[in-house]
């Protein structure tokens, strides 16, 4: 059973895209491919040129920033990844 509704899950992933503007505004960011949380200042790599971030732990675009109207936790992160991966 999903803890967060499959309409707020494809919400939530929307700003792993597209999303170098929204982490402007956050300190923190998790990757729902690896579910790590990491500062921002880590994110080193983009794709889509330079507008999406790359996990710096493992090199996906799933990058979820904190400043999303989504709780930035590993259940998050975990719920995501069941249904996108």
Same mark, same amino acid.
């Given at each position: 059973?999903?803890? @967060? /509704?499959e309409m707020d899950i494809k919400k939530a992933? /929307?700003?792993s895209i597209y999303n170098m503007s929204e982490l402007e505004k956050s300190d923190k960011a998790g $990757?729902?491919? $690896?579910k790590s949380i990491f500062d921002i =200042?880590? @994110? =080193?790599?983009t794709t889509d040129n330079? /507008?999406?971030?790359? $996990?710096? /732990?493992c090199g996906i675009?799933?990058?979820l920033p904190d400043s999303s109207p989504f709780k930035l936790d590993k259940n998050t992160l975990t719920e995501l990844n069941k249904y996108w991966f």
């Open positions: 059973m999903w803890l @967060i /509704k992933s /929307k700003y $990757c729902y491919y $690896c =200042s880590e @994110i =080193s790599e330079g /507008k999406t971030a790359m $996990c710096p /732990k675009d799933s990058v």
